[in-house]
């Protein structure tokens, strides 16, 4: 078993149950840059406030950075047998540095460590993600701009409701993840990232030494940007028993797989011989044991099942912290898990998705056979007597009555003549009628949509 942080108070070793059950090195070990980085940091603390030598600094300073570049290049050795991250990195560093490295916990708690590698971590990924999804946005808008023209039966209870623009489909998720991008970015902006918390009650260096040294070692990181800002505590007590942060992120994740979930759905109806709107490419599909003709839409299911995993991790947060008395607990330690679990579903889904819009193939012969329902322009026809002053309401009934008489009779409107339109309405003209049936004149109508 690794040499661990603690120990002096106890004459047992820890049950060898709960030293596995108590691990954490096989979920944070990916907070390893962070943890580093983090320590680069503290180290200048010290050094700043006198209590490490201008060559222990740089002892430690050098035994970090060639760790960085390690972690960084996914060589860094992880010792499974440590209890977490932060005792793998201390004992990695001793290798390094010797007896250097026992200054380094100096004023300085696990408890504040991980919530610093935790919100820098989450930092980056939220960096990385809102750029995923403008390259989804990115995707969606060309096959949009693909299909321009084309116009597609809209739907409201999954029935024929009226047309509408294939790209304002297209449109209407690229919204959606438009606001999550704007959730992503103002969880950033508002994310703090801070040390000097100590365990609880912050440390005995003052708060203006960790300013001014923690400015200068984010300079030698090249991390000098307000994006990376580090500063002391406002309250100690909440940096080391706060993942409200977690529950946001994870929040957020939630919200971006439900818009994920939804375009799934859509496609994988529009995908049936029933719709047979579009074919997928068969990078993303997958065949059957048994029926040799399938073609199974198992990467869109597979994201649309990962959203009870993604609402799961964010309850299980919000369950583990609803009880906890201030300040730090044991308990936060399972905050991981279930961040890095949404956090990989989210981004396999954005890049998936990205890669999957360039596959499809859009039926075009099928959408207007589709589009040939005389239901979809009911509306249409209602609007076209109300600009002869009719009510709305009269209108309303009126082709009601119409469409009913279309069903019962199994006749089309567009074949009636104009003798029979006007058993609905006097106001009917049979030309105005068959205008109105058409599906490009009938989105031509809307005016109210902000367009460019």
């Not at 060898?16 to 943890?35: H, K, M, Q, W, Y």
């Not at 403008?134 to 116009?151: C, D, E, F, R």
């Not at 706060?242 to 979930?261: T, Y």
């Not at 075009?364 to 056979?369: A, D, R, S, T």
């Amino acid at each position: 078993m690794a040499k661990k942080l603690w120990g002096g108070r106890f004459k047992k070793g820890a049950h060898p149950l709960f030293e596995r059950f108590g691990s954490s090195i096989g979920t944070d070990a990916r907070l390893a840059e962070c943890d580093l980085i983090g320590s680069f940091l503290h180290v200048c603390v010290l050094c700043g406030s006198g209590l490490l030598t201008r060559s222990e600094s740089l002892s430690l300073k050098k035994a970090i950075q060639s760790l960085l570049a390690d972690a960084h290049n996914g060589i860094l050795k992880i010792d499974p047998s440590c209890e977490d991250i932060h005792t793998c990195i201390q004992n990695l560093l001793e290798k390094k540095c010797g007896k250097t490295v026992l200054k380094l916990q100096t004023c300085r708690s696990r408890n504040d460590q991980v919530v610093f590698d935790t919100r820098f971590y989450c930092l980056e990924e939220s960096v990385v993600l809102h750029r995923m999804l403008g390259a989804l946005n990115k995707s969606l808008k060309a096959l949009g701009k693909q299909h321009m023209g084309l116009v597609i039966p809209g739907y409201t209870h999954m029935q024929h409701a009226q047309p509408i623009y294939f790209k304002d489909y297209c449109s209407a998720y690229e919204a959606m993840f438009g606001e999550d991008a704007a959730r992503l970015e103002c969880f950033v902006g508002r994310l703090e990232l801070t040390l000097g918390s100590g365990a609880l009650a912050g440390t005995p260096i003052p708060a203006s030494v960790y300013k001014k040294a923690i400015k200068t070692a984010l300079k030698e990181l090249g991390l000098d940007e307000p994006l990376y800002e580090v500063l002391p505590p406002k309250n100690s007590l909440v940096v080391v028993s706060d993942r409200d942060f977690v529950a946001e992120l994870l929040s957020i994740l939630s919200i971006i797989g439900m818009h994920v979930s939804r375009l799934c759905e859509d496609l994988i109806l529009w995908s049936t011989k029933e719709f047979d709107f579009i074919e997928l490419g068969d990078e993303f599909c997958t065949g059957s044991s048994l029926m040799p003709q399938k073609k199974n839409p198992d990467a869109l299911e597979l994201m649309r099942g990962a959203t009870g995993i993604l609402y799961g991790n964010l309850m299980s947060v919000l369950t583990m912290l609803k009880g906890l008395p201030l300040s730090y607990n044991r308990d936060l330690q399972w905050d991981k898990t279930p961040l890095f679990s949404s956090l990989d579903i989210v981004r396999y889904e954005v890049v998936i998705l990205a890669e999957l819009f360039k596959s499809i193939k859009v039926k075009k012969e099928n959408i207007e056979k589709q589009l040939k329902d005389e239901s979809l322009y009911a509306t249409d026809l209602a609007d076209l007597l109300v600009s002869k002053g009719v009510p709305f309401g009269v209108a309303h009934e009126a082709i009601g009555r119409l469409i009913r008489y279309a069903l019962t009779k199994n006749i089309l409107i567009r074949d009636m003549s104009e003798l029979e339109l006007k058993q609905f309405s006097a106001h009917f003209s049979r030309a105005e009628v068959l205008k109105s049936l058409d599906p490009g004149f009938s989105v031509s109508l809307k005016k109210s949509i902000r367009r460019g």
